[in-house]
């Protein structure tokens, strides 16, 4: 027996004052901790709380190719200033506590200026753009994450399965071509070219009907690994089905017209000159890099300083 606390009630103990943790989510970590879930040490050495997260899988598959990247965790007081002081009252008004990307991006609460609270998300600026309300039903939070997305903080994979996101991530146009080129990994070692090319294509055609169904093929070459027994816990917990897209559940407003996207811009402190010029510096490389670093997903052209003025978002 063991007489530490729950990670779900070390996170409450952090929270600001106004907020509360729905029961839902409550069940959830506690759920997840029970069953592995709970990160307590690192190459041996104990990890304290605000090192420690828990993620969607026993902590002995973490490092299993396909898995999502989705963890509980205390990312401590936020501030739109750095490592400074807070320039308002952000830490108040906002607690991530859902890491969503690896580049540092997160989900957690909001209270806006009525002091509802609401599930938002927090982009990094370096990797993930999207700062915004996803809801205000904590359901649709979980919904997001149990879909299997590997970083569900890139919202224009939404509108995609955790298989066409995959497919999209390896640069192929079909699960047959992905197919192909997780057989011929299998392959590699075969000297003979006919046995080589036989191998392949017998592997191939077996690998695509898998992965037309979902099933797990040995190696996990290029599959995803959605978290099963976490779905299967939301549905016979509390009846959530794992939605095929984040956009099936999910409507996202434009950043223009996004409440905590707004909130944001209007209290984030302006970029030092400093960091201007490295905005600067930085827009001039990836011009060299080519155009199509400036195009968004919708075709759209937007500024280069504008969209590494992200990068700053702190």
Do not use: C
């Amino acid at each position: 027996m063991t007489d530490r606390t729950k990670f779900s009630e070390d996170l409450i103990a952090h929270m600001p004052d106004g907020m509360t943790m729905p029961p839902i989510l409550v069940q959830t970590m506690d759920w997840l901790e029970a069953h592995g879930g709970r990160q307590l040490e690192w190459d041996g050495q104990a990890l304290d709380f605000e090192r420690q997260s828990v993620a969607l899988y026993p902590v002995a598959e973490w490092d299993k190719p396909g898995t999502s990247l989705a963890a509980f965790g205390y990312y401590g007081p936020f501030s739109l200033n750095g490592t400074q002081p807070p320039v308002a009252d952000e830490d108040k008004r906002v607690f991530l506590f859902l890491r969503t990307g690896g580049d540092g991006s997160y989900a957690g609460f909001w209270l806006d200026e009525t002091g509802k609270q609401w599930i938002v998300h927090y982009g990094s600026g370096s990797g993930s753009d999207w700062w915004g309300v996803i809801s205000d039903d904590p359901v649709d939070l979980l919904k997001l994450i149990t879909i299997g997305y590997d970083e569900p903080a890139f919202r224009e994979m939404h509108g995609k399965t955790v298989q066409e996101a995959t497919l999209e991530t390896a640069g192929v146009d079909s699960l047959y071509e992905l197919a192909h080129i997780m057989a011929e990994a299998q392959s590699a070692g075969i000297e003979d070219p006919e046995d080589f090319h036989r191998s392949k294509e017998t592997l191939a055609k077996e690998f695509a009907a898998k992965l037309e169904r979902g099933d797990p093929i040995a190696g996990d070459l290029g599959q995803p690994h959605p978290p099963l027994a976490f779905q299967n816990f939301l549905k016979s917990e509390f009846g959530i089905e794992t939605p095929k897209r984040a956009s099936d559940v999910l409507t996202l407003l434009p950043e223009e017209e996004d409440p905590f996207a707004q909130w944001l811009q209007e209290t984030q402190p302006p970029p030092s000159p400093e960091e201007l010029a490295r905005i600067e510096e930085m827009a001039r490389e990836a011009k060299k890099l080519g155009a199509e670093f400036n195009r968004d997903i919708t075709g759209e052209q937007r500024s280069l300083t504008d969209r590494l003025k992200g990068w700053f978002r702190r």
